[in-house]
């Protein structure tokens, strides 16, 4: 049995045109969220080491900003329609009495990192370290975003975010 090795194994699917052609087949970029892996407890920093993976489908292009924020389907608003009357209102008690006495696991972050540039193909790991605070305690919703401030002109601009949710 044979080894692919990944830099073999990227050059396999550029040539195939798996990541190296855009969804809508134009010359621009399309980056994406491939991957957010399960947070890992960082000892040293008393938090959360949450790493993931971001990957260019089209062209290459220059700087951007890739963002892990901590999310609250509940503040959708297609959720929140689909909630009852009575239901709306026990969930806005809720987020008042939590914003009037906040718990630790309850706390909103949101990191940035920028990435330089990403070529054809290319895939980058990305580890984010939030000092103080385990995400999965016991339940963790977390939103990963490639190029959240837009900076980009992509071919599939709707496809930049990927959601990581555990239940505890």
């Not at 901590?70 to 503040?75: A, F, G, L, R, S």
């Not at 009852?84 to 990192?113: C, G, V, W």
Request: hydrophobic share 35%; glycine share 4%.
């Amino acid at each position: 049995m044979k080894t692919i090795i990944p830099s073999v194994f990227f050059a396999i699917l550029i040539l195939s045109g798996s990541l190296a052609e855009s969804t809508d087949g134009s010359r621009k970029p399309d980056l994406v969220i491939l991957k957010i892996e399960r947070p890992q407890y960082a000892q040293n920093v008393n938090g959360s080491r949450i790493t993931l993976a971001v990957a260019n489908r089209g062209r290459e292009c220059g700087a951007f900003t890739v963002t892990l924020e901590d999310y609250d389907p509940v503040k959708r608003e297609d959720l929140w329609n689909d909630l009852s009357k009575i239901e709306q209102q026990t969930l806005e008690n809720q987020i008042i009495y939590m914003a009037q006495y906040p718990h630790e696991s309850d706390r909103y972050f949101k990191l940035k990192k920028r990435i330089s540039k990403l070529r054809m193909g290319e895939v980058k790991k990305l580890t984010f370290t939030l000092k103080n605070h385990w995400v999965l305690d016991p339940d963790c919703e977390l939103k990963a975003c490639a190029d959240s401030s837009n900076q980009i002109d992509e071919s599939d601009e709707g496809n930049n975010c990927k959601l990581f949710v555990s239940r505890g």
